[in-house]
């Protein structure tokens, strides 16, 4: 990246974006103690700029970060390349608590930068090719689905190949009346009279698709911008739904389930890869805590995650004792590793969330709790992932010990 590029864009104030464009430079930033941190995207490569130097993210970038809640407490990040630290900052977080994984919400003024710089990154380590910022004109992605053009079209979604795709036709007749319009969405650009249309017709022809099975073209923005698979997102927006009127402490309990699903990104899960463990992970409180159909679940995210939901979810069996429940429960949940590690991510947005709070009552009880984690879960856990969730769930639950 030539010199004169990066100079231009070592400004300290919101002349950034202006300058920016001048030079093919597009992408988003935040200012942090008078010092500027962007991502963005040049000639089709994706960068760090960190106060004054731009660094090409590859494998041998990673980010590490403290999210803190108390806004009197700092948060940080650290970024390392080649495993050798390049900065550390620290920041009073004055952001809304809630974080965002899959960029639902896109304004950065509503999400903690320190996150938002980490999935950024990881986005473009599970996948170099892809162009964080495309501009506009250089990408039919991005005109297909520009706000004035969501509302001409009609979007659904159509599993071919065990892939969920999306086809879109022309707004305001059927489709019988638009089958020539019919396109589907297919490596980055749309496509007429492909094999995923025929099927769709199929289906369509059958009565396995009808006119009301539309989707949302916020959601069409999700899945083709973002990579968000159709299932996570359907689990997500069922389980926001079910614990709209509950709270996890003074918060929205959607907190938590982000929370969940954040500390499952921040340990390595893939989230193109295990669509299971992440629909769980949403997913996993809404049996036990409310009045979720778990015929829904099947339907729409599969009997494996319905499945994993249910061995999280605490037994209540009245004729046993508390511990007795507990027992049977981390016993269960012993028998599946994606029910182990969407347990473990939960303990450890708990205790961390209790740590954050001084929440000593609820500390001591999952102090109490984890010898029963260790005899009954640790010697059956055999993913990496999992691994590393336990070790780091005794570190925390342990830190706190000489007080």
Request: aromatic share 12%.
């Amino acid at each position: 990246m030539p010199t004169e590029k990066t100079q231009s864009i070592s400004i300290e104030n919101e002349e950034l974006i202006s300058e920016s464009k001048k030079h093919n430079i597009v992408g988003e930033y935040e200012v942090i103690n008078g010092s500027i941190y962007s991502i963005f995207t040049y000639n089709k490569s994706n960068y760090l700029f960190l106060k004054d130097q731009s660094l090409l993210i590859d494998e041998s970038i990673n980010i590490k970060y403290q999210v803190n809640y108390n806004y009197d407490e700092l948060s940080y990040f650290e970024i390392f390349k080649n495993d050798v630290l390049l900065i550390r900052e620290e920041y009073k977080n004055e952001r809304e608590p809630l974080i965002d994984p899959f960029g639902y919400e896109p304004d950065w003024e509503h999400i903690n930068f320190s996150y938002h710089l980490y999935s950024y990154v990881k986005r473009v380590k599970d996948n170099p090719a892809i162009n964080l910022f495309p501009k506009n004109n250089e990408s039919k992605l991005i005109k297909c689905i520009e706000g004035d053009n969501l509302l001409d079209y009609y979007f659904y979604i159509h599993k071919f190949n065990n892939k969920d795709i999306v086809i879109r036709v022309i707004a305001g007749k059927s489709v019988y009346d638009n089958i020539s319009s019919l396109e589907s969405f297919e490596n980055g650009d749309w496509k007429k009279q492909t094999p995923v249309i025929k099927s769709f017709m199929n289906h369509y022809a059958t009565g396995w698709i009808h006119e009301k099975d539309k989707i949302n073209p916020k959601i069409v923005e999700e899945i083709v911008v973002l990579c968000t698979p159709y299932k996570v997102i359907k689990a997500r927006d069922y389980a926001v739904k079910k614990h709209n009127s509950q709270r996890y402490g003074s918060y929205p309990y959607e907190v938590h389930l982000t929370n969940v699903v954040s500390i499952l990104l921040h340990f390595g899960a893939q989230l193109q890869k295990n669509t299971d463990l992440f629909s769980a992970a949403w997913l996993h409180d809404v049996i036990e805590d409310t009045d979720a159909d778990k015929a829904w679940i099947t339907s729409n995210c599969g009997e494996d995650v319905r499945e994993i939901v249910e061995l999280v979810s605490n037994i209540k069996n009245p004729s046993k004792t508390k511990l007795e429940n507990k027992e049977i429960t981390f016993e269960n949940i012993a028998t599946n590793q994606n029910a182990i590690i969407v347990k473990l991510a939960d303990r450890i947005a708990n205790v961390e969330f209790s740590l954050l709070h001084g929440n000593i009552e609820m500390i001591k009880k999952y102090k109490d709790e984890q010898s029963l984690i260790r005899d009954l879960i640790s010697h059956k856990i055999e993913t990496t992932i999992g691994k590393r969730l336990f070790l780091h769930l005794e570190e925390i639950i342990n830190s706190n010990d000489s007080e």
